[in-house]
């Protein structure tokens, strides 16, 4: 590390030199630095290429454009934080550090994000670095490719891209992380949704092979969706923009209108009721076998783990909802027919929670079927590396959403501080919580051990947010039926 240049930090990358910013506590903070080309003209749609090397300082004071993306549709708008920032330069990471020293040999953690592989950033607030960098972790997030430049499937185009440029940031991160203190020897990815089922397939994936040592899973499950399916989202696009549905025809469409024709076909697919959508697909040079089964025979210890009511956050803010109370037995019929399961669960579900409505026990079998059975069959007995299960229980302050989808990044980044932390929490979340949830997982990536017993196949997972809650009935203001635990 050079002290110099009016005291700001600088690093040494394989491609020049970078200057960042010191932040509270003594922070060494990194923003934009590339791990690849941009992905524009003939790198568009395919694997990502070094970037260029560049002479002098490059200054790494901001965050480096967010990958093209269309914005999240309200209400999830006013939920879920997205910032847009314009630019070519997509494939970028940030830094922080508590010790930019080669010698300081200080654990790494790598944060892929969500967002459905077609929305999310490095740059949301929410996954600041500061608390990491000041527990002693050098934290790295990452911007990759989403939507069709990421994950569209093309005759003419590698497949999985977003997962190449993932595997092209945990190569960087290999080479170049000693100059910012961290040991290239101690990594470990954690993400959430669609971060997590990228994480499953690293765990997968032949090229990601001793790239980090070991993983976190936040409500989602290793995962690869028929070709079929992702090969429609391609041909709805290919129909909208009237041109064929190859890399090369979507390539000279021009990206306003690739964003507005993915817009148009995103409309039509739903994380929970599900249909055509962007994500992971098997592929003999990218990800040759299912991720899951892969991710069941690795010796990695792993951390995973979901929220007590992740269908919530799809179907409280939407009125889904109460559409599906009102459907009453019928909601709870589709809900087990679409998740498979059989009456019996649906008979144990409401024994587990008898205040459930329509709503939540649709919701929670389409989510078991989803989410909480894989991860289970990840976690189980047989694997041949520890599993760390974990339920996050605490209920949201924002009426409704009880302990939804995503609500539990606040805690795990120690960020309830930040104004966007509070559009899914609400007023008033618990630090101590924060505090308890956030060491957890500073102690997985420091000794692999995040405070409990790796689970054994039965028996209940580590619960965050009190004990073991039962959920009552309740009634929203303006006479919707709601789940408060």
Known sequence: MDAAGGGRPRAGTAYGTVEGRWEAGGTAVFRGVPYAAPPVGALAFAAPAPPAAWDGVRD???????????????????????????????????????????????????WLHGGAHTRGSSAVPVYDGSAFARDGVVLVSVNFRLGVLGYGLFPDAPANRGLLDQIAALA???????????????VTVFGESAGAISIGALLAAPRAAGLFARAVLQSGAPEALPREKVRAMVRRMASLLKVPATAAAFGA???????????????????????PAFGLVTDPATLPGDPLEAAAASQLPLLLGWTAQEHRLWLA?????????????????????????DRAAVRALRATVPAAGPADLAGALLTDRLLRDPLRRLAGPGRPGPSHLYEFAWPSGVPG?????????????????????????????????????????????????????????????????????????????????????
């Open 60 to 110: 790494a004071g901001a965050f480096g454009p967010t990958a093209p993306k269309v914005p999240y549709p309200e209400p999830f708008a006013g939920l879920l934080p997205d910032p847009q920032i314009p630019g070519e330069d997509c494939l970028t990471v940030n830094v922080w550090t508590p010790d930019p020293a080669r010698a300081a040999r200080l654990p790494v953690m790598v």
């Open 172 to 186: 960087w991160v290999r080479d170049n992380i000693a100059a910012f203190g961290g040991d290239p020897a101690r």
């Open 253 to 275: 469409a021009g990206m306003p209108a690739l964003l507005a024709a993915q817009e148009a076909v995103l409309r039509r697919s739903s994380p929970v009721l599900g249909g």
């Open 317 to 341: 803010p939407t009125g889904a909802a109460r559409l599906l109370d009102r459907l009453g037995p019928l909601a709870v019929a589709l809900g087990r027919i679409r998740s498979g399961k």
């Open 401 to 485: 959403l009880g302990a939804c989808h995503a609500l539990e990044l606040g805690f795990v980044f120690d960020t309830l501080g930040v104004p966007e932390s509070a559009w899914l929490a609400g007023p008033d979340a618990p630090q101590a919580l924060a505090d308890e949830m956030h060491a957890a997982w500073v102690g997985f990536a420091v000794s692999g051990d995040p405070g409990w017993a790796p689970w054994n196949g039965s028996g209940p997972p580590k619960v965050f947010g009190g004990p073991e809650r039962e959920a009552v009935r309740g009634v929203e203001p303006d006479g919707g039926a709601v789940l408060t635990p």
